[in-house]
């Protein structure tokens, strides 16, 4: 069955484990079908996971962009990639906090920020990138880093929370 059908029949979120499922060339098709903005010459391998979306509209995509296997995607807010962003497989993009069932809701409300990823950025194996990031152009997140406040252009970051290891000279 396909996609739309599954998505009009059956609801968003069946329709959405389906696209796990998809080969790569069915998920540019879906994803862009369906709301995305992905530019041109972009290669998105399978096994993708979005979540919180009722549609993909909060993933724009720039062009020549590399997103490798098993990559989670919190819609709740938007993802940004810039031109040329290469997104390693295992990596985790997310825009919101809830802890709505805790008693902890009053210290830490509900909140969403937007995620930019800026041209020409790496992001390495198994690395997380929290709400609200800016990632500066020509810049490298070493594997399994967890970025948790912005990165400036041109530097490599890495570790948990993610800290400068060193200028890029480009």
Request: hydrophobic letters at 40%; charged letters at 20%; aromatic letters at 8%.
């Amino acid at each position: 069955m396909c996609f739309w059908l599954r998505k009009t029949l059956i609801g968003f979120d069946v329709a959405n484990q389906f696209l796990q499922r998809a080969d790569k060339y069915s998920v540019l098709l879906i994803l862009i079908k369906n709301g995305a903005t992905i530019g041109r010459d972009c290669d998105i391998e399978t096994g993708q996971v979005f979540h919180n979306c009722k549609d993909y509209s909060n993933l724009i995509i720039g062009n020549n962009c590399h997103i490798g296997k098993n990559c989670f995607f919190d819609l709740r807010d938007k993802i940004n990639l810039g031109d040329n962003v290469v997104v390693s497989m295992k990596n985790t993009f997310v825009t919101h906090i809830d802890i709505s069932k805790s008693r902890l809701t009053h210290i830490y409300p509900n909140v969403s920020k937007p995620i930019i990823i800026n041209d020409n950025a790496y992001i390495g194996v198994s690395s997380t990138v929290l709400m609200g990031v800016e990632v500066g152009k020509n810049s490298f997140i070493a594997a399994g880093a967890v970025v948790v406040n912005n990165v400036v252009a041109n530097t490599m970051v890495g570790g948990i929370p993610a800290k400068k290891i060193k200028d890029i000279i480009s």
